[in-house]
């Protein structure tokens, strides 16, 4: 592959300005030597991560106390600063402060401000509440809440008390919902039992009826939105919750747990990943305000649910004083130009969405230039799937002005990005254009050897403080150790495949595993099969997600059914129930049987591979499968969904 890419995009001259230049200053001090380019600052920020990360809290602003050690151990059980001491919350009250304020807007059109002030009011409210409900240091509260004003107060609420918070869209389906919960076993669950979506108010009581009966560590339900749940469970109202003694932001250690993000579930229950206050703290200082060039008066809007981690991220904005714009609701509704339309309505200068997205616009002929002036936007971020380089050129045909476009890949594993860009760096056609500051990134072949200009595993081989502090439940870390650390012991394998080139850009090639990945929301398969090998006449299905490979792409289920009369409709019905509408599937195919390794293992990613265009006798032969017969039929589909999209004779990266 040539390591050539065009520039779409170079940073003006004052780009290093602001806290990117003074972290350069602070490592050019230390070395003695000058570091002119990006690629330069990037290496010195490996060189002593202690030191690296003490000038991201000195440049950024820290009101706590990192304590006199810097690193101990090494991956998977390294620490940094376990002498530290501080609050999530408490760092976000000293940055975020009047004017800034959050912004939340409905897809019917109703918006809602709060400016800081108004905002840390709200929190401190909830917070005094919690904690006169016996609330502390390391309990869990628990949220089914849309991406609205009372979801970020909910969480600085809990933060500010010690607590630990957790979160689910109300979209999902209630399987997936107590499949996370019930593992972390909350004390008060935060809900809505009415969602507003495409413009219609969802009626989601029975979701929170039937997770209520799964989490009998619930003690206290609170209810945001619609009709109170049938509970024998006390249910007071959000806008109720009286306060009683103020209540100061309590001091944790560094690496004490802020909140628990989920794995998509692919090898069986989802994980539930613990990330601290202080690793938190400072990566997403660092990523926002040095690689993002997000602070004080920035307006930062990204398109998530409460589900995905990229919502966590955008709470981040209140760490480095920006303004944050939250949006509930559907991203084409009532049309693909809807969120377009919102950069001018309120202003954004930072606007995140997915290559899916930027995608489904394309295809739709949304010209983002007719849709409004745009004359706010500085950056335009994609993440959630690779961006192929035609979406970099329809961004930069259809957006005016001098806009960076940046594309990042990273994970809920660190709430994070690996890989992104930097006020400083161009923005290169089909390409990511550099690894974040302070991660030491590469791509490795199956011998662990690093490699450039060709594809390989991504790996990181030092440390990053937002990386897991453990798994809920995982007492001896033996899960945390298979999830990452299994095939390069000591080195984190992420699971994605990537090219770097000499320059330091990347191109990620989508997942090595079989996650799908539904409208910025990630999900195992096994998290799926528990759903549909569970409707009646379905004996084993198959699924695959071809987003990475045809966006926006299709979710194709092959059944292995008996009953087969309105088995279509019920499985449809079901996934859509019990996990959510991006799951429903566009096509349910059936075969005489589910194909299979020799021990029983159901060929994910051998069929994967067909859709990427590999022949049949180079993903599996017949003495090493079980039903190869339905392989075959497999292999047919696979080369007729090819045929349809022009595919045919050429084939794809996995």
Known sequence: MADEARVLWSPPADAWDGPIGAVRARLEARHGSPLATYGALHTASLADLGAFWRDVAAVCGLEGDLGSVDLVGAMPSARFFPEGRLNYS????????????????????????????????????????????????????????????EAAIALHATATVGAVWTCCSPDFGPRAIVDRFRQVEPTILVCVTSSLWQGRQLDRRAVVEEVLESLPSVTTVVLCDGEPPATEVPVVAFDALEANDPVAPVVVGFNDPLWILYSSGTTGIPKAIVQAHGGIVLEHKKVL???????????????????????NYLMGGLLVGSTIVLYDGAPQHPDPGRLWRLVDEVRITYFGVSAPYLRACEVAGVRPRDEATLDSLRVVASTGAPLTAAGFRWVYEHVPGNVQLVSGSGGTDVCT????????????????????????????????????????ELVIRQPLPSMP???????????????????????????????????????????????????????????????????????????????????????????????????????????????????????????????????????????????????????????????????????????????ERGLEGSTQSA
């Open 90 to 149: 408490a760092e976000a009250r000293a940055r975020f402060v009047d004017p800034a304020e959050i912004v939340e807007v409905r897809d019917d059109g109703e918006v809602r401000t709060l400016r800081a002030s108004s905002f840390w009011a709200e929190v401190d409210r909830v917070a005094s509440w919690l904690v006169a409900h016996g609330v502390g240091v390391g309990d869990r509260v628990a949220a089914i809440l849309p991406n609205r004003l």
């Open 417 to 456: 990005a690996f890989l992104g860009s930097s006020p400083v760096s161009p923005t290169l056609e089909g390409r990511i254009s550099a690894p974040a500051l302070g991660v030491d990134a590469a791509a490795f072949d199956d011998e662990g050897r690093e490699v450039i200009g060709v594809m390989g």
């Open 289 to 311: 305000a040095l690689n993002s060039g997000i602070g004080e008066g920035s307006r930062f809007f990204w398109f998530t649910t409460t589900g995905w981690m990229m919502w």
């Open 469 to 643: 502090v453990a798994f809920w439940g995982d007492d001896d870390g033996e899960r945390l150790r298979a999830a990452y650390f299994d095939r390069y012991p000591g080195i984190w394998r992420h699971g994605d495949w990537v090219t770097f080139f000499d320059d330091r850009s990347a191109i990620i090639h989508g997942r090595s595993d079989a996650t799908l990945n539904r409208g910025g929301v990630r999900m195992g398969t096994a998290e799926f099969y528990r759903v549909a090998e569970g409707v009646d006449g379905v004996v084993e299905a198959l699924v695959v997600d071809t987003s990475s490979l045809d966006t926006p792409g299709e979710l194709i289920v092959f059944v292995h059914a008996g009953d087969v009369d309105g088995l279509d409709d019920r499985l449809r019905a079901t996934l859509r129930r019990e996990l959510s509408p991006r799951h429903v599937p566009d096509r349910i195919v059936p075969v005489p049987a589910i194909p299979k390794t020799l021990n029983g293992k159901k060929l994910e990613v051998p069929v994967r591979r067909l859709f990427l265009g590999e022949p049949l006798g180079a993903v599996a032969t017949a003495d090493a499968v079980q039903h190869y017969d339905a392989l075959e039929a497999i292999a047919a589909v696979a080369a007729a969904w090819r045929r």
